[in-house]
């Protein structure tokens, strides 16, 4: 079935650090991506998708690029935050799971002054 | 839009009692999805709905737990009777539809079972 692989935390950074998490993902099909960020006491929230291969997903300077080759999703930022603290999850959704998306275990990022 | 809506957002209850968690998903959305939080597990999906039909529950852990959908507005996850390693976050997720669309989570409802 399918399955995300994230790399493992927790990781610490000081603030403006580059921030590099990999993922990567084993499909069936051709799925769509995703990362999601989660704050501290908040659900999880979409961060930047990606829908087919070479697609670069971006948002508030976080990018990630569909790897088809490599089947992989890694998250980049050139200048880490301390507001960037959270858990970070890399998942995808699409056939034959339709419906359910497949979560990775989750990385949290802690961002020091 | 109000987002996903969950209630309540703490729970606390004493064991062999019955809980229910309460969900409005997001307007036009046609896909509920209910999981389970906790730093041992993580991130569980629990069973998710399509139209208000379920169609996977293959993740709900015992018969204690039970999920409706009665219309596309509302649904729950009732544990009955609820036992302390139920002890969690709660949340409920929607979307419009699947693959390229992603999930909105609601606030999550943290019960602790004592």
């Known amino acids: 079935g399918d399955s995300v692989t994230q790399m493992e935390g927790p990781v610490t950074l000081s603030e403006e650090a580059f921030l590099t998490i990999n993922c990567t993902y084993t499909a069936t099909g051709y799925p769509s991506l995703f990362w999601y960020v989660q704050y501290p006491g908040e659900g999880l929230q979409l961060l930047l998708k990606a829908t087919k291969a070479d697609d670069k997903g971006s948002n508030k300077g976080f990018e990630a690029t569909y790897r088809k080759e490599t089947t992989s999703f890694h998250l980049e930022k050139g200048s880490v935050q301390v507001s960037d603290s959270a858990v970070y999850f890399c998942a995808l959704s699409g056939p034959p799971n339709a419906g359910k998306s497949t979560f990775g275990d989750g990385t949290t990022l802690t961002v020091k002054p | ?114």
């Open chain 2, 1 to 114: 839009d109000a987002g996903v809506i969950q209630s309540p957002r703490h729970e606390v209850t004493e064991m062999g009692q019955e809980v229910t968690l309460r969900c409005k998903p997001i307007s036009g959305h046609d896909y509920l999805f209910w999981y389970r939080q906790t730093m041992m597990r993580g991130l569980e999906l629990l069973i998710y709905f399509n139209n208000n039909v379920p169609i996977d529950d293959s993740g709900m852990p015992e018969d204690r737990f039970s999920a409706k959908m009665p219309n596309a507005s509302f649904s729950t996850l009732k544990i009955q009777p609820s036992e302390p390693r139920d002890s969690a976050v709660y949340f409920c997720a929607s979307s419009f539809g699947y693959g390229e669309y992603e999930q909105y989570f609601g606030p999550g409802t943290r019960l602790t079972v004592t």
